[in-house]
């Protein structure tokens, strides 16, 4: 009977020595998540507020970039949100980090996400970029007359993903930027100045010295025709064909005035040159009949 009761005590005292034990572990392992959480947590607020302030400064020396180049405002709005978004992201990701929590998956799941979308818009995303370059480095503007993919027009908006011209019947063309930024592009508005070259054709006989007297009355009559030094007119016999001798009306004008001179000569040199005389050939054939 004394042995059972000291075996009773033996247990009692035994099994609240471990109950207690238990309870102090699991208090100093509460206490240590609470410090290191807490600890995580100040250090991930540190990390959100001097990144966010470094991203305020990046975003302001991109701003500043942007319109020291003169970068088209719609493209100026969408990199600064691209920009914006990318920086927050990677700042989020570091918060995440900090917390203890694994940001391999997060990456995994964007990275996967990034691949299938640019694969899906491939096509949609070079036109992007081509807009992009388009935008950046400018090689045509809004009202500068040019001539790529088989079309020629006005450009009347830049896009990011298309540029939109209007050919001179009044046609709207929306070509995408990727073949504007990657294939060969004529911009007939970028120099001040353009020379207009008309063929004129004579028989032969003509005295070449009577063809460029009424050419040279043309030049002179015009007054939208350049006569200064660099821009002095020309006309040369280029060529002598099968039926006809030709010369080259070259003069020098402003490049909004080149239409107009270039129709407007055009017209005149026939006139002037049936005026005076000067025969103007045309394709014929000669068919000779011989008997036997």
């Not at 006569?227 to 064909?241: L, V």
């Not at 010369?247 to 000569?265: L, P």
């Amino acid at each position: 009977m004394q042995e059972t009761k000291i075996d009773s005590l033996v247990s009692t005292t035994l099994g609240g020595d471990v109950s207690s034990a238990f309870s102090e572990h699991a208090l100093n392992n509460v206490t240590d998540y609470l410090m290191t959480l807490g600890k995580n947590l100040v250090v991930a607020l540190l990390i959100y507020i001097v990144g966010k302030f470094i991203i305020a400064r990046l975003l302001h020396f991109v701003r500043k970039i942007m319109t020291k180049r003169n970068v088209e405002p719609s493209l100026r709005t969408f990199l600064d949100s691209l920009i914006s978004i990318c920086l927050y992201f990677v700042m989020a990701i570091a918060i995440i980090s900090v917390l203890g929590i694994d940001t391999s998956s997060f990456v995994a799941l964007f990275a996967s996400a990034g691949l299938a979308v640019g694969m899906a818009l491939s096509g949609t995303l070079q036109n992007f970029a081509g807009g992009v370059m388009v935008l950046i480095f400018k090689p045509y503007k809004v009202g500068d007359y040019i001539e790529a993919q088989g079309y020629s027009g006005t450009v009347k908006q830049i896009q990011i993903f298309n540029t939109i011209i209007t050919t001179p019947d009044n046609q709207t063309i929306i070509i995408p930027n990727g073949g504007l930024a990657t294939g060969s592009l004529k911009n007939y508005s970028t120099a001040p100045f353009r020379r207009v070259d008309i063929n004129v054709e004579v028989a032969y006989g003509t005295n070449p010295d009577d063809v460029r007297n009424v050419l040279n009355k043309i030049i002179d009559g015009d007054s939208r025709i350049l006569k200064d030094a660099g821009h002095e007119p020309a006309i040369p016999m280029t060529s002598m064909g099968a039926s006809s001798i030709v010369f080259q009306f070259r003069v020098w004008c402003e490049s909004a005035n080149y239409w107009g001179i270039f129709f407007d000569s055009t017209e005149k040199i026939y006139r002037d040159l049936t005026a005076a005389g000067i025969e103007i050939p045309f394709q014929q054939v000669d068919v000779h009949v011989k008997q036997n």
